[in-house]
């Protein structure tokens, strides 16, 4: 039986990480320093070393994940705690700070920390819906297989078409030409792959399915219509595998996305943390 | 134009077979027809798909004749001039162009990447053969890592190492600089420096040292007198250990009583000879009874004493005045040379200019309307002097010998030569007649005046003797303040009237001592936390910076010293 990270080991990690939060809010609840409440408080410094720690072990997911020999837990468990303590880092975090923010690198770096934070949530929100409808989507057929049974298809359009005229063979060129899965996906994804789809029914619904109707009520030769037939059965064939491909490709963009968020900032915020650090203690 | 088509072809087992053609005429035309000077057999080429035609300067132009276009660099045109390098896909086939060589204008390579097994390549594989260059998420965590610890750390570290590089940050990029760090703004006080982080922050590592806020604060007193109690803890404090900065007045100064209580809690274990007493959080009921300091007369000596007030019980302290509150507050008011007057507690006691304290009751200004210093009836204007028995005594001497002298001093039992008609010459044993009864006079009105009038009315006299020299006004001995180790504000405290605090109306001696202990204070101050009062820790009343003789870096304060000097000069001055 397939166990989400979520509930990983009956939620461990969210009863460890509901623990912290229950035990930060207390503290700052029952702390009552003679200053304002900040990272400089003995429950400041506490918090604070707690929640950098945190930052560090949140880091080194992306080292275990990749670490496929290793034997330090499970995959799946690393995850389920980088989930529940990274959101219980954003209440630690707040609390660290007293609620005192600033123009500063300080605040730069619970900044970059709650969009991180943020972004992560985004990418557990995805991990969960798009997975299934991404199986759903492929139906058992690799998308390898779907596109050499695509390119099998234009073949066969090709050929056809080449068979009815010179001029539906250079539509169908352009048809193909078209509809290939261009590199240029990963530029901008979203609104890419909705073009993708738009010019892709664009051109199958009506330039290339007009002109076959066209041809198919201009009274052709018997022969002839049965061609344009099933060069339009072929082509209805196609535009559904297309459809999946591009469904296929725009799962895996809805899941992949945020990492470009997530990732890079929280290298940025290592760099921030590392400067809070040290600015701290470099002018006592 | 002429043209060298190389024909390259893979055959099974990866072997690259090559086939150089020769073409001239106008356009070399491309596609799958017969007839076409570069055929194609691939069906995604159409029977006529594109030509190249030259246009002029060496220069070559390929142009689609299909709607489906060409891929030149895999970007889909109609039309294109041609580069050396280029490549251009039409169907299976990639044209590369190649540098022009023995006497040909154009080089074409073609290279067929149909597969050896027949099959045509999948769709979009022509697509993929070359990886464009990509900001991925690497480079842009590098990039990002690299531009927070330059700016936030290696520009203001170097700032701080170099000064011009940290004035320059600071003017220019302050985003690179060490206000970077700033952590909060700082307190009013400290902003005139503000820009400037190095002036509390000298050293890296280090915390801010006292030398800093000493530079400024010169003078700044300590806590207690080095002499009585040198106390390591406190003499190793450092300022910011309790003032603490970037984080608003109220961390600026804080009014934690644990900061004072670490110590005060059990004072006698930090300071055995400490006279203070041992106190609690809590002014509500940890607070020990208020101590009045008050002058008292202890066998026979004059002396300064602390005394708890205690609830129902007036203290006495020797003033050496004699004023009774009571008399003087009496609702039906007082007779006076200007008729009966009605006096108020403001009448005499009026604030400072601050309003913190209260000024002090002067004889001129208070006293005098009613307590006139007369003595002769003769010159009922005539007063002695306020403030000084000896220059009393004298100007009495000086006015009855200018009376003897100058005669027409009608009183009864007076000698004939000072009763005679002014303007009448004297002799010189009449003269030394008239200044003998001046004498006696000046000393029958002096002592009358000490003894039974005028000063004796307010002043304890000292009689030493039966000689007049040798008697004066005991010196008045009022507390200015009888809670000197407090702060109380006056001014802060109009909403209450003056007996709430100072029993005086019932008060009939001087020496009532007239303020009430801390039951008063408590109806509505109490200690942190507490509710429906005033919240009052031990700031709120004390200072901690209140020694008189040194300053917070052990030394001796200027100010007291030099107060010193002038007191021991004026006292120098009265001997002689």
Redesign the interface.
């Known amino acids: 039986m397939h166990e989400s990270f979520l509930a990983y080991r009956r939620f461990q990690y969210l009863k460890l990480s509901l623990g912290l939060i229950l035990l930060s809010v207390l503290g700052y609840a029952l702390h009552d320093?003679?200053?304002?409440p900040?990272?400089?408080t003995w429950l400041g410094y506490t918090l604070g070393t707690l929640g950098g720690l945190l930052i560090l072990w949140l880091l080194w997911f992306g080292v275990r994940k990749r670490q496929y020999h290793s034997r330090l837990g499970q995959v799946s468990g690393w995850l389920s705690g980088h989930v529940y303590l990274g959101s219980a880092l954003l209440v630690i975090a707040t609390l660290h700070c007293g609620f005192?923010f600033?123009w500063?690198?300080?605040t730069?770096a619970y900044v970059l920390m709650a969009v991180v934070i943020a972004s992560g949530f985004y990418g557990v929100f995805a991990y969960l819906r798009y997975p299934t409808r991404l199986t759903q989507n492929r139906g058992g057929l690799q998308v390898e297989a779907m596109?050499?049974e695509?390119?099998d298809l234009?073949?066969q359009c090709?050929?056809i078409a080449?068979h009815i005229g010179?001029k539906v063979?250079?539509?169908m060129?352009?048809?193909?030409?078209r509809?290939?899965?261009?590199?240029s996906l990963?530029k901008n994804p979203l609104p890419g792959i909705e073009k993708g789809v738009e010019e892709l029914n664009n051109e199958l619904n009506q330039s290339t399915v007009f002109f076959m109707a066209d041809q198919l009520a201009s009274g052709q030769s018997g022969a002839r219509a049965e061609q344009v037939r099933r060069l339009l059965d072929l082509i209805t064939s196609k535009k559904a595998l297309v459809t999946r491909v591009q469904e296929d490709r725009k799962y895996h963009a809805l899941m992949k996305v945020w990492?470009?968020l997530h990732?890079?900032?929280s290298?940025?915020l290592?760099?921030?943390l590392?400067?809070h650090v040290?600015?701290?203690?470099?002018?006592? | 134009m002429r043209c060298l088509i190389r024909l390259l072809s893979y055959k099974s087992k990866g072997i690259l077979a090559q086939q150089d053609r020769e073409f001239q005429g106008e356009q070399l035309t491309i596609g799958r027809a017969t007839g076409q000077d570069l055929y194609l057999a691939d069906l995604r080429v159409a029977l006529e798909h594109a030509k190249v035609t030259a246009s002029g300067a060496g220069q070559f132009l390929i142009q689609s004749k299909v709607p489906s276009g060409i891929r030149h660099n895999e970007e889909l045109v109609q039309s294109v001039l041609l580069a050396v390098g280029d490549r251009v896909r039409i169907g299976d086939c990639q044209i590369i162009v190649a540098p022009p060589e023995a006497g040909y204008e154009l080089v074409l390579i073609v290279e067929q990447t149909r597969r050896a097994d027949g099959k045509a390549p999948s769709v979009d594989a022509g697509s993929r053969n070359k990886k464009r260059f990509r900001f991925g998420v690497r480079a842009w965590s590098w990039t990002l890592f690299l531009l927070i610890v330059g700016f936030a750390l290696v520009l203001p570290i170097s700032g701080f190492t170099l000064q011009p590089v940290g004035r320059f940050l600071r003017t220019w990029i302050p985003a690179g600089s060490d206000s970077m760090w700033d952590s909060g703004t700082l307190t009013p006080g400290h902003q005139y420096f503000g820009s400037d982080c190095n002036t509390c922050h000298r050293s890296a590592f280090t915390s801010v040292r006292n030398t800093a806020c000493l530079e400024c604060h010169q003078g700044q007193p300590h806590h207690v007198e080095l002499n009585l109690f040198n106390l390591t803890s406190l003499n190793e404090r450092r300022c910011a250990s309790c003032h603490k900065e970037h984080d608003g007045l109220q961390a600026l100064i804080p009014s934690d009583p644990d900061l004072c209580l670490d110590c005060h809690r059990h004072i006698k274990d930090i300071a055995a000879s400490s006279r203070s007493l041992d106190i609690g959080p809590d002014f509500a009921d940890e607070h020990p009874q208020f101590r009045a300091t008050l002058i008292t007369n202890i066998d026979g000596r004059d002396q300064s004493e602390r005394l708890s007030i205690n609830p129902g019980e007036t203290l006495k302290e020797r003033s050496n005045l004699f004023f009774p509150h009571h008399t003087h507050l009496d609702p039906r008011g007082q007779l006076s040379p200007k008729g009966r007057v009605r006096l108020l507690c403001a009448s005499c006691h009026v604030p400072e200019p601050g309003g913190r304290g209260m000024e002090p009751v002067r004889f001129e200004q208070h006293c005098h309307s009613c307590h006139k210093l007369t003595f002769d009836a003769q010159e009922p204007r005539r007063e002695v002097p306020h403030g000084n028995t000896r220059l009393a005594l004298d100007s009495l001497n000086v006015y009855f010998a200018n009376r003897a002298l100058k005669g027409d001093y009608q009183e009864l039992g007076t000698p004939p030569v000072v009763r005679r008609r002014p303007g009448q010459k004297l002799s010189v044993p009449e003269m030394q007649e008239a200044l003998a009864w001046a004498s006696h006079k000046a000393e029958d009105v002096g002592r009358e005046l000490l003894e039974f009038r005028a000063c004796a009315i307010c002043h304890a006299v000292q009689m030493k003797g039966p000689d007049l020299s040798n008697w004066d006004v005991a010196p008045v001995r009022i507390a200015q303040q009888w809670y000197p180790k407090a702060r109380f504000n006056h001014a802060r405290h109009k909403t209450m009237a003056c007996v709430d605090c100072h029993p005086a109306s019932r008060s009939e001696s001087s020496e009532d001592v007239l303020v009430e202990g801390i039951q008063t204070c408590r109806e509505c101050h109490a200690g942190p936390g507490a509710k429906n009062k005033l919240e009052s820790t031990c700031i709120s009343c004390h200072g901690f910076h209140i020694a008189q003789k040194y300053t917070f870096d052990g030394k001796r304060r200027v100010a007291f010293a030099e107060k010193t000097r002038t007191v021991r000069a004026d006292n120098k001055k009265d001997l002689k």
């Open positions: 320093p003679s200053e304002p900040s990272g400089s005192q600033g500063n690198v300080h730069l596109l050499s695509i390119a234009d073949r090709l050929v080449d010179d063979h250079q539509i060129l352009r048809s193909i030409e509809t290939s899965f261009g590199g990963w990492l470009y990732v890079p900032l290298i940025a290592l760099a921030a590392i400067a040290i600015s701290v203690f470099f002018y006592w």
